[in-house]
Nanobody, 119 residues
């Protein structure tokens, strides 16, 4: 599976963005998917994931503001980000995740998409 994230940009605090992740391969519908982010000088972290059945989980820092969804027919996963804060500034990536541990499954992360939130 190859993954390509897009939709990032510059937005003011309080604004919204919608990220999209396009996946290749025929097994997309069988995979749990996650959105990760990496801020400058920090480790990559999982912010949201969605199971193949559609159940979702979020990091506490984004709960109530971000919504992850998927469209299996299009092999896409989305991240709707509302009420953005400067601390949400990061490069955002998507990856498949292990169903039990939510560890990323693929070593190749792609370029990600940069989200910059100005105060």
């Amino acid at each position: 599976v190859q993954l390509q994230a897009s939709g990032g940009g510059l937005v003011q605090a309080g604004g919204s963005l919608r990220l999209s992740c396009a996946a290749s391969g025929s097994i997309f519908s069988l995979l749990g998917m996650g959105w990760f982010r990496q801020a400058p000088g920090k480790q990559r972290e999982l912010v949201a994931h969605i199971t193949r059945g559609g159940s979702t989980n979020y990091a506490d820092s984004v709960k109530g503001r971000f919504t992850i969804s998927r469209d299996n027919a299009k092999s896409r996963v989305y991240l709707q980000m509302n009420s953005l804060k400067p601390e949400d500034t990061a490069v955002y990536y998507c990856n498949a995740v292990h169903p039990l541990t939510t560890a990323p499954l693929y070593d190749y992360w792609g370029q990600g998409t940069l989200v910059t939130v100005s105060s």
